[in-house]
């Protein structure tokens, strides 16, 4: 009895069939970096140490932002599993991602949550921040959602009741 239920376990872990794999070239990881580098340069050269300070805020902000907004749609999953999100640095996977499969259906959502609830948030905070400040919220809040908005966009035909798995140099789509 045991044996036979741990074949079937065995088997529920194969039903899924790779049906896509998008892979990240080099090409893309260097202009990747090369983008934050100009938005650097720009605050540095435009703002000076302001611009340094806002650099370094846009980071450190838009990450706290994302890992928010993240972990407040995943409460409203029926089960959410936190497990399976972590903080990364991997390729041009860089902060709280998923680490295990996810369901694709919940990352379209929750990536489209999180660009716009971002911006929403960035927004609110227009009052009180600097044009440095500004600046370097939003382009580090798409920076660091452009792969994933990527990943959206080239899987936008592909059926949600898919998982995904991400690793450093390619995304892979499962479906049943």
Request: overall charge positive.
């Amino acid at each position: 009895m045991r044996g036979a239920l741990a074949e079937q376990d065995k088997a529920t872990i194969y039903q899924y069939r790779l049906m896509q794999k998008v892979f990240v070239r080099n090409e893309l990881y260097r202009s990747y970096l090369c983008a934050i580098c100009v938005l650097a340069l720009f605050l540095v050269l435009m703002y000076r140490l302001d611009g340094v300070k806002a650099f370094g805020i846009g980071i450190l902000c838009s990450q706290f932002i994302h890992f928010l907004i993240i972990r407040l749609t995943l409460i409203r999953v029926d089960e959410p599993d936190y497990r399976r999100w972590g903080w990364r640095v991997l390729g041009i996977w860089i902060g709280y991602i998923p680490v295990a499969y996810i369901e694709y259906g919940l990352f379209r959502r929750l990536h489209r949550h999180l660009l716009w609830l971002g911006l929403f948030t960035i927004g609110i905070l227009y009052p009180w921040a600097d044009e440095a400040t500004m600046i370097s919220l939003i382009m580090c809040h798409l920076w660091f959602l452009a792969p994933r908005l990527v990943i959206n966009r080239k899987l936008r035909k592909s059926r949600r009741d898919g998982v995904l798995k991400i690793t450093a140099n390619e995304v892979s789509y499962y479906h049943r």
